[in-house]
């Protein structure tokens, strides 16, 4: 069968008929291509990139320019997948034209089919708001929040007791009404995560909220291996490249030190006359 580019109908369409969305996240055009013909129903480039990919401590040094720089790479790499630009920290913050305009560049800069926002308090729901009304669709996101993760007490769990509980629901309930396509639910219990998504008209899509979310998202490079600093309880690792990575090159390391590599096999040839004729002008 025919594939066809993922559109947000057809993501509100799976909710409704009860079929699994499914999410991963990309930051270059190899992966990114790999993700596409997999078959994943949406990319997230997530400022992430700046732990997986650009080693910082957090997420909070991402910039503007490296988010569209990396989106780009991503946009060149797929075909049919839902592609989604995260914004980072303070390119929504500052004002609501600010946070247009840093959207819009998502769009036309980098070929993106949406922009991720991160929590619902009263400031980022208005320019939800905005950002919605300029014709740029947002998927919303809840629970933990890395870029909020100080004021959060760190990388935990949120919403374990009622009162937080309920402000992630009406924050979710809100999202809804702003006009979000779908929301990310992030660290948050899964009876908490399979209430809200009975609750909501609209996708939610879970990292570590349990199976009940009606798509779920992993950060690629948790799930294959290639960052080592710490793993998430929420990730399945499906395959662990880092060591295969690590000794590979130190097998190269130690061809190249004792002259096996490069072999004959890997060599380009050259007629001995002509080589003769370049050696004997070079002693005249």
């Given at each position: 069968?025919?594939?066809?580019?993922?559109?947000?109908?057809?993501?509100q369409n799976k909710k409704?008929?009860?079929?699994?969305?499914?999410?991963?996240?990309?930051?270059?055009?190899?992966?990114?291509?790999?993700?596409?013909?997999?078959?994943?129903?949406?990319?997230?480039?997530?400022?992430?990139?700046?732990?997986?990919?650009?080693?910082?401590?957090?997420?909070?040094?991402?910039?503007?320019?490296?988010?569209?720089?990396?989106?780009?790479?991503?946009?060149?790499?797929?075909?049919?997948?839902?592609?989604?630009?995260?914004?980072?920290?303070?390119?929504?913050?500052?004002?609501?034209?600010?946070?247009?305009?840093?959207?819009?560049?998502?769009?036309?800069?980098?070929?993106?089919?949406?922009?991720?926002?991160?929590?619902?308090?009263?400031?980022?729901?208005?320019?939800?708001?905005?950002?919605?009304?300029?014709?740029?669709?947002?998927?919303?996101?809840?629970?933990?929040?890395?870029?909020?993760?100080?004021?959060?007490?760190?990388?935990k769990v949120q919403g374990?007791?009622?009162?937080?509980?309920?402000?992630?629901?009406?924050?979710?309930?809100?999202?809804?009404?702003?006009?979000?396509?779908?929301?990310?639910?992030?660290?948050?219990?899964?009876?908490?995560?399979?209430?809200?998504?009975?609750?909501?008209?609209?996708?939610?899509?879970?990292?570590?909220?349990?199976?009940?979310?009606?798509?779920?998202?992993?950060?690629?490079?948790?799930?294959?291996?290639?960052?080592?600093?710490?793993?998430?309880?929420?990730?399945?690792?499906?395959?662990?490249?880092?060591?295969?990575?690590?000794?590979?090159?130190?097998?190269?390391?130690e061809e190249v030190e004792?002259?096996?590599?490069?072999?004959?096999?890997?060599?380009?040839?050259?007629?001995?006359?002509?080589?003769?004729?370049?050696?004997?002008?070079?002693?005249?």
């Amino acid at each position: 069968m025919d594939r066809k580019k993922i559109t947000i109908p057809e993501l509100q369409n799976k909710k409704i008929e009860g079929r699994k969305i499914t999410m991963l996240t990309a930051y270059d055009y190899p992966i990114a291509k790999l993700v596409d013909d997999a078959g994943i129903d949406m990319i997230l480039v997530g400022d992430s990139l700046g732990m997986v990919v650009l080693g910082y401590d957090s997420t909070v040094p991402v910039t503007m320019n490296e988010m569209i720089h990396h989106c780009k790479a991503v946009r060149r790499g797929t075909k049919y997948a839902f592609l989604v630009g995260d914004m980072p920290f303070m390119s929504f913050q500052a004002s609501e034209e600010e946070a247009v305009k840093n959207a819009g560049r998502f769009l036309k800069e980098a070929g993106c089919d949406a922009i991720k926002l991160e929590t619902a308090e009263p400031r980022v729901l208005k320019v939800t708001r905005a950002i919605i009304e300029a014709g740029i669709p947002v998927l919303g996101h809840l629970g933990l929040t890395p870029q909020s993760a100080t004021k959060l007490g760190g990388l935990k769990v949120q919403g374990k007791d009622a009162g937080d509980a309920k402000k992630i629901v009406d924050s979710a309930l809100a999202l809804q009404e702003a006009g979000c396509f779908a929301i990310v639910l992030e660290c948050i219990p899964d009876k908490l995560a399979k209430l809200i998504s009975e609750k909501l008209r609209i996708p939610t899509i879970g990292i570590g909220a349990g199976k009940d979310c009606d798509g779920q998202v992993l950060v690629i490079n948790d799930m294959i291996g290639l960052f080592e600093r710490f793993m998430p309880k929420f990730v399945k690792q499906y395959v662990k490249l880092a060591p295969q990575i690590l000794g590979a090159v130190k097998q190269y390391k130690e061809e190249v030190e004792t002259g096996k590599f490069p072999g004959e096999e890997h060599c380009f040839g050259m007629k001995t006359e002509e080589l003769e004729k370049v050696a004997g002008a070079r002693k005249r």
